[in-house]
């Protein structure tokens, strides 16, 4: 459970008596109650599949395995995953998906093979345990909301195979258990949507035609020719377009970039920032910023059961 104090004194009387986790950041302060069991989390994406033992929102153990492209090895995939890291203590299995999903049904999915199917009621029959399902994305915010960036207005970007979005307005998701949110999916030309331009397909794309191979961001910017300049030209003005309209819209107090393309440096979040201010129309400068969490869809997917 979650609950906030602003008295300092009231604070540390608190989480002496009631055994209290404690996150200090901005005001007010975040306090989490510890958890006597633990909580598989995992973070399907269209490239890897994370799965993590996690206690007191803390991960313990963690595997990592490669998105199978075929329905019935994808299942497989998720149930061995939960099947290695299951103890005894496991209370629940917090999942991180692609959307959109509602209910725990997953819809219609860019980059993983599953249509209209329930898979949380699939998870909650192979383990008979407790099984909480929401967009990838909006767990990150999550994560990024209770233990990262916590601020209370403030959008996410998930930079990966395709590109996925959480919003938190007034220190609450939007759309929580619920389609839409999907910011990837807003439409920068008359045909072509934030995801298209500036995913990490995009990219895998790009490159295959430039240099004849399948590159990844970091790749491309070790290269540093004039064809990787190119492309990376080519991510970081969508990226910058999408973020800057996004920003005319929310007004957040920071923008959070995560995910694999995240993970490349100051160099690609200084052109993503460069880019960006060009289409910020709002009067008002605006920070943008890489996810410092490790594993933030992982931790977002634990937190699912935090409000117990």
Do not use: W
């Not at 497989?76 to 999942?95: F, P, Q, R, Y």
């Not at 929401?134 to 395709?162: H, I, M, S, W």
């Amino acid at each position: 459970m979650f609950t906030i104090q602003r008295n300092i004194t009231d604070f540390l009387l608190s989480s002496k008596k009631n055994n209290l986790k404690v996150f200090i950041s901005h005001s007010p302060i975040l306090i989490m109650k510890k958890r006597s069991g633990s909580i598989i989390a995992m973070d399907i994406g269209g490239t890897n599949l994370r799965t993590a033992l996690v206690k007191n929102y803390e991960i313990v153990s963690h595997v990592k395995n490669s998105t199978p492209q075929s329905k019935n090895l994808f299942l497989k995939e998720l149930v061995n995953a939960i099947s290695v890291l299951m103890t005894k203590d496991v209370e629940g299995i917090g999942i991180a998906s692609p959307g959109p999903l509602k209910n725990g049904v997953i819809m219609n999915p860019e980059n993983i093979p599953l249509k209209n199917f329930n898979l949380k009621e699939f998870i909650h029959q192979k383990f008979k345990k407790r099984v909480e399902i929401e967009n990838d994305a909006k767990c990150v915010a999550l994560a990024e909301y209770n233990l990262g960036v916590q601020k209370e207005n403030f959008f996410v970007l998930t930079l990966g195979t395709g590109i996925g979005g959480g919003v938190i307005m007034n220190g609450k998701l939007f759309n929580k258990e619920d389609i839409g949110g999907e910011l990837g999916q807003i439409y920068l030309t008359k045909d072509k949507s934030l995801e298209y331009l500036a995913s990490g397909k995009t990219i895998r794309r790009l490159s295959k035609e430039e240099f004849g191979k399948e590159l990844n961001l970091s790749e491309l910017i070790k290269i540093n020719s004039k064809g990787s300049r190119k492309i990376l030209h080519i991510i970081t003005e969508g990226l910058g377009q999408g973020i800057g309209s996004l920003i005319n819209i929310f007004n957040p107090e920071v923008v959070v970039l995560a995910g694999g393309l995240s993970k490349t440096g100051d160099r690609f979040l200084s052109m993503v920032r460069n880019s960006a201010k060009r289409y910020i129309f709002l009067p008002k400068n605006y920070n943008i910023v890489l996810s410092k969490l490790k594993e933030p869809g992982i931790l977002g997917a634990a937190l699912l059961f935090a409000s117990d």
